[in-house]
């Protein structure tokens, strides 16, 4: 149980294009979901957090207006990766919380941009 | 506002050989301990978590850990290591009274196992 996808697994595109993460909880509901980013050799660091049905809280330093969050519905939020830029590529990890209150993370989208 | 401090970035060991991750943090509130894998461009695994009970915690795959309060500390173990082992392992915690919200993580440990 606590499954949680995300789509694309890899991903490349051209600098300045747009590319969408999707993050899903696939046999329970989330309210709330989490999106990291992961840099080579690196930690993860939390980028924002995502609430259904209202606006995602973004941590100090990450661009809102770069990093597109909708939390449509109890089992998938969306990371959108707005004119993405070299500096951009990285991975990206989301997580949902499940019932008892803990994060299930998901298996990561490796976004290179060229 | 809490940090974790995972001492060692590498940590080589043989086959069958025991292993501990070293793990501290600090925090101004009662906390959960978390330990996660993370195989090569893949998504975090629970190992185990501490919750409140017992110090001495067990996990999947053979792995332990023990939550020593006085020495903020929360190490993981693992008597006899596989080279399945080989991989990136990470030391979170989150306040208590939160426990699915802000996860601080720490740098990580590189676990690399030799045959």
């Known amino acids: 149980g606590a499954v949680v996808s995300q789509h694309p697994s890899r991903v490349i595109c051209k600098s300045g294009t747009s590319v969408k993460i999707e993050c899903r909880s696939l046999?329970?509901?989330?309210?709330?979901m989490f999106w990291y980013r992961q840099f080579p050799k690196q930690s993860l660091m939390l980028m924002a957090t995502?609430?259904?049905?209202?606006?995602?809280?973004?941590e100090q330093g990450v661009e809102k207006d770069k990093f597109l969050i909708n939390h449509a519905s109890l089992t998938l939020s969306t990371l959108t990766v707005t004119s993405a830029h070299p500096e951009d590529s990285s991975f990206y990890i989301c997580s949902a919380r499940g019932g008892q209150g803990f994060q299930h993370f998901g298996p990561g989208t490796r976004l290179t941009v060229t | 506002a809490q940090s974790v401090t995972q001492l060692d970035s590498q940590v080589p060991v043989f086959e069958e050989a025991p292993v501990e991750l070293r793990c501290n943090y600090s925090?101004?509130?009662?906390?959960?301990l978390f330990w996660y894998v993370q195989y090569p461009n893949q998504g975090l695994q629970l190992l185990l978590k501490?919750?409140?009970?017992?110090?001495l915690v067990k996990g999947i795959n053979g792995f332990e850990a023990e939550f020593n309060k006085s020495q903020t500390s929360f190490h993981l173990r693992k008597p006899s290591v596989h080279i399945s082992d080989t991989a990136e392992y990470f030391c979170a915690v989150s306040g208590s009274g939160n426990a699915g919200n802000m996860l601080t993580f720490g740098g990580g440990t590189r676990l690399m196992v030799k045959p």
């Open positions: 046999d329970f509901q989330a309210t709330t």
């Open positions: 501490y919750l409140s009970g017992s110090t």
């Open positions: 925090s101004s509130v009662s906390v959960y």
């Open positions: 995502s609430n259904e049905g209202s606006k995602a809280t973004y």
